[in-house]
């Protein structure tokens, strides 16, 4: 195995710990890093096949101590809405300066947001949960605020943590051995 798939397996493999042990130990429902580490592997990853099996693998580990979901029309929605920090992450791949800002904010926004009105509405249509009116659909999303609020501060939190680190990591492969060496001693 080369020095590129050895790096690529061990950041999975991190990524993938950082997610499941994330959803388990969420100090408030939905404050997780599952979005966050979906739009790093989106942008981290050389090939897709990782990049999908990252949210993918979280979701499904994760999910063996979490409630289930309601049906499987909801489950489906909550695993499908990972497809856009995903992409999200895979956009900013390659962009520089306040055009990379600005992706990277929106990795933060989109996410919770996103995931806040497909799953709701999968709520809403496939449980017997509201009435399916408009009023019923509005009391759907309105008792989902404090979820879609601690989702998007979770994104936001997680976003900047593991984008940090990734900084701090880029900045620190750049040393060379010897200059730390050096300087421990």
């Not at 949210?55 to 409630?67: E, K």
């Not at 990972?82 to 992450?89: A, D, F, K, Q, S």
Request: glycine letters at 8%; one cysteine or more.
């Amino acid at each position: 195995m080369n020095r590129d798939n050895w790096r690529e397996l061990t950041v999975f493999g991190l990524l993938l710990a950082i997610g499941v042990l994330g959803r388990w130990a969420q100090p408030t429902w939905n404050f997780t890093p599952l979005a966050a580490v979906t739009v790093l592997g989106g942008f981290y990853f050389r090939h897709l096949l990782p990049a999908v099996l990252l949210p993918a693998s979280i979701l499904v580990v994760s999910d063996l101590l979490l409630p289930a979901h309601d049906n499987w029309p909801v489950l489906f929605s909550v695993h499908v809405m990972m497809i856009v920090p995903l992409v999200l992450g895979r956009w900013t791949r390659g962009t520089t300066g306040w055009k990379s800002a600005m992706r990277w904010t929106l990795c933060g926004v989109i996410p919770a947001t996103a995931f806040y009105v497909v799953t709701n509405l999968a709520v809403w249509a496939f449980t017997g949960l509201y009435e399916k009116t408009f009023t019923g659909l509005i009391a759907c999303y309105a008792a989902a605020l404090p979820f879609y609020r601690a989702m998007f501060a979770g994104d936001v939190f997680y976003l900047a943590v593991l984008l940090s680190c990734l900084i701090f990591a880029q900045i620190a492969s750049r040393v060379p051995a010897t200059a730390v060496i050096k300087n421990r001693g």
